[in-house]
């Protein structure tokens, strides 16, 4: 699996918005480095050409700081 995106920012423990470095889509399971999932794709904002990934967190995932690597898995939506 490759890596897919960086944190940027956490928006109240609940929201995560990654800086994206290839395409994902939404619904896609968001997975940290430890493979555990963290999170889904709920929206893909800013410039085609430098796209970011709004990602709703799961409860209770903890430990997600900006510049943490995240990788996507194909979800269906």
């Known amino acids: ?10 928006v109240s423990g609940r ?8 395409l994902v889509s ?3 399971t968001v997975l940290n480095g430890s493979r555990k ?3 889904n794709v709920a929206d893909i904002i ?3 050409k430098e796209p970011y990934a709004v990602i709703v967190l799961r409860k ?8 943490d690597v995240l990788f ?4 269906r939506r």
């Open 15 to 22: 929201i995560a918005v990654v800086k994206l470095e290839g």
């Open 60 to 67: 209770g995932v903890k430990g997600l700081k900006k510049g």
């Open 37 to 39: 999932p963290v999170g």
């Open 46 to 48: 800013g410039p085609v």
């Open 72 to 75: 996507f898995k194909p979800g």
């Open 26 to 28: 939404l619904g896609s």
């Open 1 to 10: 699996m490759k890596r897919k995106g960086l944190v940027e920012n956490i």
